[in-house]
């Protein structure tokens, strides 16, 4: 009995150590990763199968905000363990307009936002002011077709209209043959810094597909 007794103590003191590491310590990150989605692509790819009220023509979305992400120099901390409450829909609704949907802004806390060491309301105040910061190339809005294009291309326009960028703090994403995400890394001042190597995904795509906006 007491041998039981032992073992069951032990997978208890087990259990605890490992619930107590589940997620890393909130605000224990080196850098922010910027995402901005290309809507029209993933509306192609995702959106219009589930219905997604983002894919609807009335929104004209380009590229709109997926994330604010906290990063290490290698590696990335997740659904940290944070005191702060969570946001509430009324909150999350407000980041629609660049985000494409409540749920995904409350998504984004979940996962990041915990780990920023911020409130759920300063953490979306502040990817809101990270989009702001970005010019998003308007040559893009003025597709009136699918094109196909290198991913470079897509980087170079970022680059021009960001002088403050360079190709070390940018990365362009490509999925199912199509662009997906512009990738920018900013200080937690929101100022660009180079990515780590965990962060850099280029596409090297020469004919990437790039639906227009609907």
């Not at 998504?107 to 809101?128: F, I």
């Not at 209209?161 to 512009?182: F, H, M, V, Y």
Request: net charge positive; hydrophobic share 40%; charged share 20%.
């Amino acid at each position: 009995m007491r041998k039981l007794l032992l073992g069951f103590a032990a997978v208890l003191a087990g259990w605890a150590a490992f619930a107590a590491a589940d997620g890393e310590q909130a605000g224990d990150f080196d850098y922010y990763v910027l995402s901005l989605s290309w809507s029209p692509n993933w509306c192609a790819q995702e959106g219009d199968a589930r219905g997604a009220d983002q894919c609807d023509a009335r929104h004209d979305h380009g590229w709109t905000l997926h994330g604010l992400w906290p990063q290490y120099h290698r590696g990335w901390p997740s659904y940290c363990r944070s005191a702060e409450a969570p946001p509430s829909r009324a909150m999350s609704r407000g980041m629609a307009d660049i985000m494409g949907s409540p749920g995904l802004a409350w998504h984004q806390w979940k996962k990041h936002g915990t780990c920023s060491g911020l409130s759920a309301q300063a953490y979306y105040t502040l990817m809101r002011e990270a989009y702001g910061r970005v010019t998003r190339p308007a040559v893009f809005r003025k597709l009136d077709k699918p094109v196909t294009l290198p991913a470079a291309v897509v980087e170079a326009a970022f680059l021009e209209d960001n002088p403050a960028l360079t190709p070390d703090s940018l990365t362009i994403t490509c999925r199912k043959g199509a662009i997906q995400e512009a990738r920018i890394c900013l200080s937690k001042a929101l100022e660009p810094v180079p990515c780590g190597r965990d962060a850099i995904r280029d596409c090297t795509l020469k004919n990437a597909h790039f639906a227009p906006i609907r």
